[in-house]
């Protein structure tokens, strides 16, 4: 009895070990994830009570967790007028980090009256170093890096945004 029961722990150890083996020479496929427009944004200067639009882009939303943790993640390319917005489920201090997102970013912080208070500019790729907000964010908008620069925002200046 005891000869059979170790002939079949044997046997089922083999069975699960090339079963396993198989498994794992299987090739990883990975496909380049597009950009998905799923709504606008723009982004304003107030100047005398009257707002000045700066620019408008095209956004992707993230407002779920699987999307926030992934965010612009194995992502090559993004053209100037897009970015990705991240919807927060409440307003408190944010920090990002840019751990496999391959291209150069701001990330731009927002209240949750849609000011901006502050920036983490040029976060370089592949970088896991924290990059937080410094002041409480409802949103986070993330751009192509020099772009906040380029555009010349500030602290104050507001945003609003509508879904596709």
Same mark, same amino acid.
């Given at each position: 009895?005891?000869?059979?029961?170790?002939?079949?722990?044997?046997?089922?150890?083999?069975?699960?070990?090339?079963?396993?083996?198989?498994?794992?020479?299987?090739?990883?496929?990975?496909?380049?994830?597009?950009?998905?427009?799923?709504?606008?944004?723009?982004?304003?200067?107030?100047?005398?009570?009257?707002?000045?639009?700066?620019?408008?882009?095209? *956004?992707?939303?993230?407002?779920?967790? @699987?999307?926030?943790?992934t965010?612009?993640?194995?992502?090559?390319?993004?053209?100037?007028?897009?970015?990705?917005?991240?919807?927060?489920?409440?307003?408190?201090?944010?920090?990002? @980090?840019m751990?496999?997102?391959?291209?150069?970013?701001?990330?731009?912080? *927002?209240?949750?009256?849609?000011? *901006?208070?502050?920036?983490?500019?040029?976060?370089?790729p592949?970088?896991?170093?924290?990059?937080?907000?410094?002041?409480?964010?409802?949103?986070?908008?993330?751009?192509?890096?020099?772009?906040?620069?380029?555009?010349?925002?500030?602290?104050?200046?507001?945003?609003?945004?509508?879904?596709?």
């Amino acid at each position: 009895m005891r000869k059979n029961i170790l002939i079949l722990c044997i046997a089922l150890s083999a069975v699960t070990i090339f079963s396993c083996k198989k498994e794992n020479d299987k090739k990883i496929i990975t496909e380049e994830i597009t950009f998905k427009k799923e709504g606008e944004l723009s982004i304003y200067n107030i100047q005398d009570s009257i707002p000045k639009s700066i620019v408008n882009l095209d *956004i992707e939303i993230a407002d779920n967790d @699987y999307e926030r943790e992934t965010g612009l993640m194995y992502r090559k390319t993004m053209r100037e007028k897009r970015g990705m917005l991240f919807i927060m489920e409440t307003l408190r201090p944010q920090s990002f @980090y840019m751990k496999n997102t391959e291209i150069s970013l701001d990330i731009i912080y *927002i209240d949750e009256q849609f000011k *901006i208070v502050s920036f983490q500019k040029n976060a370089k790729p592949l970088d896991p170093t924290s990059l937080p907000s410094g002041k409480p964010a409802r949103y986070v908008l993330e751009i192509n890096a020099g772009l906040s620069d380029q555009w010349n925002l500030k602290e104050g200046d507001s945003i609003s945004f509508k879904k596709s």
